[in-house]
């Protein structure tokens, strides 16, 4: 039991689409980030949040936004979904200062048809 | 760019045996290391971390690993197999920082048998 939860834990979607995946992160952790894991691959990193502001980015498209909120809730959204967009979905949350000690949810995993 | 790479995308042990599972990277400065392990249809868990503090690090469920910078490697290690460590294990590298991101391998999946 990581303290992270996230939903909906499946989801199936048609190419074009607009999809929002929302987290909610342990009380107290005020950096949230998101990961995209393909099949049999590890995962990606997307962006991360601080306080409510991206202040990191991986190699993803524009069509990949989100948003924090105070209550250490977050969203990811993906406008236009692509075939290639089907992978599962992390939300990993981590408290200030602890380098690299992330807490998974169990992730939202998402098919596009 | 940091980057891993996991040496063998699938390993078979026997219960009682030892687990070796090899991870290298490429930094470009000190880096902190990290190993994640992943059961069937869950998030990801941290096993243990590397932080330049001490070569040897021990981590949960009687696994360890040894950061070796001549070799560029952080291989994980358990001295006896158990049926519940079968799962999917993950290294993963940062620079570190206030805005930093994990890069992952790809990823060795452990099969243990009894």
């Known amino acids: 039991e990581t303290g992270v939860t996230q939903s909906p834990t499946h989801l199936i979607k048609t190419r074009g689409q607009q999809v929002t995946l929302r987290c909610s992160s342990q009380s107290g952790h005020n950096t949230v980030s998101w990961y995209q894991q393909a099949l049999g691959q590890g995962p990606q990193f997307i962006f991360q949040?601080?306080?409510?502001?991206?202040?990191g980015r991986g190699n993803f498209p524009p069509r990949f936004s989100g948003l924090q909120f105070p209550n250490y809730s977050s969203e990811l959204n993906v406008n236009a979904l692509e075939l290639d967009d089907s992978a599962l979905y992390l939300c990993a949350s981590r408290a200030s200062g602890n380098t690299g000690e992330l807490f998974f949810g169990e992730g939202s995993r998402l098919t596009v048809l | 760019a940091q980057s891993v790479t996991q040496l063998g995308s699938h390993v078979s042990v026997s219960e009682g045996a030892l687990v070796l599972l090899r991870c290298n990277y490429s930094?470009?400065?000190?880096?902190?290391l990290f190993w994640y392990v992943q059961y069937p249809n869950q998030g990801l868990q941290l096993l243990l971390k590397?932080?330049?503090?001490?070569?040897l690090v021990k981590g949960i469920n009687g696994f360890e690993a040894e950061f070796k910078k001549s070799e560029t490697s952080f291989h994980l290690t358990k001295p006896s197999a158990h049926m519940s460590d079968a799962a999917e294990y993950f290294c993963a590298v940062t620079l570190g920082g206030g805005s930093e991101k994990l890069v992952f391998g790809k990823g060795t999946k452990l099969t243990v048998n009894p």
């Open positions: 590397y932080t330049s503090a001490a070569t």
């Open positions: 949040y601080y306080r409510e502001e991206e202040n």
């Open positions: 930094s470009s400065v000190p880096p902190y």
